[in-house]
């Protein structure tokens, strides 16, 4: 066996006992013995330890999550979860992508501990999302009225979308003001939360179906006539309500760019 290949073979097999799937026995061998702490001591530290920096990456992620749960619920779903879903990517800050749909699954019977982890990972996507120009209300003046047939906008990279049946952002908010979040409560349907970042802040808002469809084809690339046309054959009295959402959507930083469709 080359010098590489034994190196590759010791990294293979100290990573299988990192991931719990070998025994320590497994990779003592290769622990040179010294004074102090045992070798089997030592590796245990690395074991421990690794499963520790998860749950503190978990922890920042879904800080009021752990909140709601309290250290020993949240510690247990945490273990499970790195069990179950081993680190697939080099920045931890990733770690918890699959971490709200586990929670469905770890707690079938509360799922408003899975719309609250949800909602605060959609807040950690908004704030991380990449820095994009925001459309300002001036820029559209300069605009001809013929120009409008074809005319689109690019959203925000932040603009995330979250539909709840449970009190998951009251629960929130309370629980970010260190106060006692409120008993679960569920509605007959779905609330949809709009999330996104301005001015280096994550927000949130509930908006109505018809708005949520009309940001959805701004997305899709839709121009914002289809999108007021969809709009008014849903609602015929939907013109001033469009036009107020383009205001709103302006005033918020949601708009990135003006765009011609074909």
């Not at 770690?95 to 509360?110: E, N, S, W």
């Not at 802040?201 to 701004?218: D, G, K, M, V």
């Not at 054959?233 to 107020?244: F, H, K, L, M, V």
Request: hydrophobic residues 45%; aromatic residues 12%.
């Amino acid at each position: 066996m080359t010098p590489a290949s034994a190196l590759a073979q010791l990294q293979h097999e100290f990573q299988d006992f990192m991931l719990g799937q070998n025994p320590p026995a497994s990779v003592l061998p290769y622990i040179g013995n010294q004074s102090g702490l045992a070798a089997d001591a030592r590796l245990a530290i690395y074991f421990d330890g690794y499963r520790l920096r998860l749950c503190e990456a978990l922890s920042s992620a879904f800080e009021q999550t752990h909140a709601y749960l309290g250290d020993e619920l949240f510690d247990s779903v945490c273990r499970t979860y790195i069990q179950e879903q081993p680190s697939r990517s080099r920045n931890l800050r990733w770690y918890g992508a699959h971490f709200p749909v586990f929670c469905q699954t770890f707690f079938p019977d509360y799922p408003l501990v899975a719309e609250l982890a949800q909602f605060e990972w959609c807040l950690g996507l908004a704030f991380d999302a990449e820095d994009q120009p925001v459309l300002g209300a001036g820029s559209l003046a300069a605009i001809a009225p013929h120009q409008w047939a074809n005319l689109g906008f690019t959203c925000q990279a932040s603009q995330h979308f979250l539909s709840s049946q449970w009190n998951c952002v009251a629960t929130w908010l309370a629980l970010s003001e260190q106060q006692t979040p409120p008993a679960p409560e569920h509605t007959e349907a779905p609330v949809i939360w709009l999330i996104w970042r301005k001015d280096l802040q994550a927000h949130f808002r509930s908006i109505s179906t018809a708005e949520h469809q009309a940001l959805l084809a701004l997305q899709a690339g839709q121009s914002f006539a289809e999108v007021c046309a969809a709009a008014a054959e849903q609602n015929p009295d939907s013109t001033a309500q469009i036009a107020g959402w383009l205001h709103t959507w302006l005033n918020e930083g949601l708009l990135s760019t003006v765009t011609q469709t074909s």
